[in-house]
T-cell receptor, first 115, second 116 residues
């Protein structure tokens, strides 16, 4: 079965610091990869997704992620974080089931940005 | 506005008292799913449905039931809730695309359930 691991459960950064959140998955076949963000008290929103093509994917709010197939990784990056980026971030991998897809989520990384 | 709605948003109940959490989407999506979110565990899938009258177990189905009588609705039923079902529950929906696993899921606002 597919599994997703996120390297850090809690990250604390100062504003303007650079961010990189690690994500590794276990499945060796064709994958679709997602990063979701959950702001305090809100539901999950899609940050970015990778299906195929350019392995460097740009998402909303200045986030990007790089798919490295050889490393089974899909790390999330942002050059300069803001206080408003404080949230929980989830990496997810789409696993094919009989008639469609299911998402397998990592445990999440809580990011706190200090102003 | 395209959205997934859940009700109630907050619920406190007692062990053994049957409850239903409703989920509805207005995007005509075929696929719907229920997840529970627990600290340090991320989101785990409870049940999913590929279309009307087609449902299947996810990773943590024990203690839950679902039904899909209409395309837009996918209620989650706890026949006899227990304290270990205290959690944050999310419903999600997506279209079923041409490419396997290629579709973004849209999430509801969540239901925080406490079972005493």
């Amino acid at each position: 079965a597919q599994s997703v691991s996120q390297h850090n459960h809690h990250v604390i950064l100062s504003e303007a610091a650079s961010l990189e959140l690690g994500c590794n998955y276990s499945y060796g076949g064709t994958v679709n990869l997602f990063w979701y963000v959950q702001y305090p008290g809100q539901h999950l929103q899609l940050l970015l997704k990778y299906f195929s093509g350019d392995p460097l994917v740009k998402g909303i709010k200045g986030f990007e992620a790089e798919f490295i197939k050889s490393k089974f990784s899909f790390n999330l990056r942002k050059p300069s974080v803001q206080w408003s980026d404080t949230a929980e971030y989830f990496c997810a991998v789409s696993q094919y089931v009989e008639y469609g897809n299911k998402l397998v989520f990592g445990a999440g990384t809580i990011l706190r940005v200090k102003s | 506005e395209a959205q997934v709605t859940q009700n109630p948003r907050y619920l406190i109940t007692v062990t053994g008292k049957k409850l239903t959490v409703t989920c509805s989407q207005n995007m005509n999506h075929e696929y719907m799913s229920w997840y529970r979110q627990d600290p340090g565990l991320g989101l785990r899938q409870i049940y999913y449905s590929m279309n009307v009258e087609v449902t299947d177990k996810g990773d943590v189905p024990e203690g839950y039931k679902v039904s899909r009588k209409e395309k837009r609705n996918f209620p989650l039923i706890l026949e006899s809730p227990s304290p270990n079902q205290t959690s944050l529950y999310f419903c999600a929906s997506s279209p079923v695309g041409e490419r396997e696993g290629s579709n973004e899921q849209f999430f509801g606002p969540g239901t925080r359930l406490t079972v005493l």
